[in-house]
Structures are given as structure tokens and as C-alpha cells.
């Protein structure tokens, strides 16, 4: 019996239960079940590393990620910048931490992963976003080792990406005892 045989049924009563849905399942950085995909932008930027030097030896270390994320329309609606936070024009920002991230990697493209992330400053586009999904990494990865002349200084590996926005679902206010 194939493994795809075995799996269906585990899959579709999951889904059905809503434990898990098929996108969870065959994506391994999918949100958590009950996220829902609130909008997608494209991003355009630069990785940022800085030569540095260990034990083992020299390497581009990351820094930090920068770039435009566009609508359709080419439209500039976020920014992600320092550790990785999101800007939107209306005010709204993001904090995020990295949750998981893709096993498979090539050299030369930036990996999958899944941000977790929570709402600051203003009420706006990002208000209430509890995931964002890098995917489909075009570049931003430096093709070779730095040189002994490159310690300290920093390097831009510009990149291309999807960013899908998650919004959780309204949990269930408790209700106050008197």
C-alpha cells in the first residue's frame, strides 16, 4: 500500500476535524491551523552580512534583511527592515521572530520560512497579523566565502521573495465574573 494511500485519510480527517489543513501538512512552513491568508506582497531587497571570523574559519555573517514589499499594482505598502520587522506606510508595524524555516536550501536563494509576529504602533494594515510566510527566495544568499582583506566589512546580496500575511482567528473573549 503506498504511503499516499495511508496518509489521505489522515489528512482529510484533519482537515475536516480542523486540526490541520492540506497546506499545513505539505508545507513545512505553513501557519498554524486557523490562520487565514489576510493578503500577499512581493518583496525586492538586499540581504545584509558582515565578513566575520571563527574557529572554523571566514564567513559572511547575517545581519539583517531590507526590503520594498509591493502590491499588485507596485504599490510600496510595507517595509521590512531591522530584525526583521515589518513597516506599513499607515503606521502599523510588526515584530517578529523567526519560527521555522525550510530544511531544503539552495545556495545561492534565501530559504522558506515563517515569521511570528506581533502588532505595534498605529491601528492599520498589519493590526492583528500573527504570521508572515517568506517564500519562493530568489537570491539573496552570497556565492562565496569572504576574503582576509573582507573582515568587518558588510555585504548587500539583493533577493526577490512572496510574503503572505496571516491574520489569526478572533479567540473567544472570556467572560468576567461580577
Not at 486557523?34 to 525586492?44: C, E, H, I, M, N
Not at 545556495?107 to 517568506?134: A, F
Not at 530568489?138 to 548587500?156: D, F, H, V, Y
Request: charged residues 20%; proline residues 6%; aromatic residues 8%.
Amino acid at each position: 500500500m503506498s504511503v499516499l494511500r495511508l496518509l489521505l485519510p489522515v489528512a482529510a480527517a484533519l482537515a475536516l476535524g480542523g486540526c490541520a489543513t492540506i497546506e499545513n501538512l505539505m508545507d513545512p512552513v505553513a501557519p498554524k491551523t486557523g490562520d487565514k491568508a489576510a493578503f500577499v506582497l512581493t518583496a525586492s531587497g538586499v540581504q545584509q552580512f558582515q565578513c566575520t571570523a571563527d574557529a572554523k574559519g571566514r564567513y559572511w555573517r547575517f545581519i539583517a534583511p531590507e526590503a520594498s514589499l509591493v502590491d499588485a499594482k507596485g504599490r510600496q505598502l510595507v517595509r521590512q527592515g531591522s530584525d526583521g520587522s515589518f513597516f506599513a506606510e499607515d503606521g502599523s508595524m510588526l515584530a517578529s521572530k523567526i519560527e521555522k524555516y525550510s530544511k531544503e536550501s539552495s545556495p545561492e536563494n534565501i530559504r522558506d520560512l515563517l515569521y511570528k509576529t506581533s502588532s505595534r504602533g498605529k491601528q492599520g494594515i498589519l493590526t492583528g497579523i500573527t504570521h508572515v510566510k517568506r517564500s519562493n527566495g530568489k537570491g539573496g544568499m552570497p556565492l562565496t566565502r569572504c576574503s582576509p582583506s573582507q573582515l568587518g566589512q558588510s555585504l548587500k546580496v539583493p533577493f526577490t521573495a512572496t510574503y503572505t500575511f496571516y491574520r489569526g482567528t478572533p479567540q473567544k473573549q472570556a467572560k468576567s465574573v461580577p
